[in-house]
C-alpha cells in the first residue's frame, strides 16, 4: 500500500517490480494477488506489467503473473 501523499510518484510500479525481482530469484512459477474491483490504479498497474487481470466475484478481482527463467 502506498500512502495517499506518495501517490503519483512511481513507487507502486517501483515496488512492484522489486516485488517481481525477489519472485524470479526465488524461482517461483507464479504470483498473484487480490485487489477490490474498486481499486483501480492496482488492477492498471498490474495489467501494466503483464498480470492476468479475473473477476472472480463481486468483491474480488485476482492478478496473477506467470514467471519465466
Do not use: H
Not at 517481481?20 to 498490474?46: E, G, Q, S, Y
Amino acid at each position: 500500500m502506498v500512502a495517499d501523499q506518495w501517490q503519483l510518484k512511481g513507487l507502486g510500479s517501483m515496488l512492484m517490480d522489486y516485488i517481481i525481482a525477489v519472485a524470479r530469484n526465488m524461482r517461483l512459477a507464479r504470483i498473484f494477488a487480490t485487489v477490490l474491483p474498486d481499486n483501480i490504479k492496482m488492477i492498471r498497474l498490474c495489467e501494466k506489467k503483464g498480470f492476468k487481470i479475473e473477476t472472480l466475484d463481486e468483491e474480488t478481482v485476482k492478478a496473477s503473473l506467470v514467471l519465466s527463467y
